[in-house]
């Protein structure tokens, strides 16, 4: 039998795609098991969440550190090492890393960005997608590396625009479609579908598109 790889996940706010992790993680054929969930808010929805799943949550609060953003990561990395973490997942992780921690776990975490990458890196992407009059938007699940939003992609997930849509309404649309795809790339990561080679990620065994999306038509 295949050892599943124990994941941690990172989270700030409601854990809404940690929540859809959790729930494929309990399918025993599952690739991976979530091993713990840790967030720098003490007051983090997410860890009740978490909880009530019968996951182990910690917490490593950024504050007591000021502006030493290194010195809170070596404390993030030590918990993480301590629960023996093999594989990290950001979800809703409102902390810019610094290249001490992103090199630390090169190759071993990935991020959820709610857009399709390369377009609307950083924060605001629905309004920002809206104003730009785009047609299709969605979400990207990349490795993470020192360049914000620009690490490898593994997977994306396309939704379309309605002309009566706000930033809330579309990232409403966004959002479901992330609780698909981040369980999906995690799968194709864990299981070794996906591999992170001379910087892109190449995918074995991936269903060919059956017809182009278009929208509108």
């Known amino acids: 039998m295949t050892t599943r790889k124990r994941i ?13 992790l959790i729930e494929a993680a309990k399918n025993p054929a599952y690739p991976a098991e979530i091993a713990l969930v840790v967030s720098n808010r003490p ?18 609060d950024h504050k007591p550190f000021g502006q030493d953003r290194e010195a809170f990561e070596r404390a993030l990395d030590a918990t993480l090492r301590a629960h023996d973490i093999e594989f990290l997942c950001l ?14 776990w090169a190759g071993r975490m990935i991020n959820i960005h709610p857009a399709l990458l390369p377009s609307f890196k950083g924060l605001n992407t629905h309004a920002r997608a809206l104003e730009a009059g785009v047609r299709l938007h969605g979400a990207t699940v990349h490795f993470v590396t020192n360049d914000m939003d620009g690490g490898p992609i593994i997977a994306q997930a396309a939704v379309p625009v309605l002309s009566g849509d706000d930033p809330e309404t579309l ?24 591999r992170l080679e ?20």
């Not at 941690?8 to 929540?19: C, E, H, K, Q, V």
């Not at 007051?43 to 978490?50: D, M, T, V, Y």
């Not at 799968?187 to 579908?193: F, W």
């Open 171 to 194: 990232a409403a649309r966004v959002l479901d479609a992330e609780r698909v795809l981040y369980p999906l790339s995690l799968d194709l990561v864990a299981s070794g579908r996906a």
């Open 198 to 217: 001379d910087g892109r990620v190449h995918v074995t065994e991936a269903m060919e598109p059956r017809a182009p999306l278009i929208w509108p038509i």
């Open 43 to 60: 007051e983090a929805a997410g860890l009740e969440r978490a909880a009530k799943a019968g996951i182990k949550t910690a917490v490593v």
């Open 91 to 104: 979800a809703g992780f409102m902390r810019l890393l610094t290249p001490w921690l992103v090199d630390s």
């Open 8 to 20: 941690g996940i990172l989270i700030s706010g409601r854990g809404t795609n940690m929540a859809a």
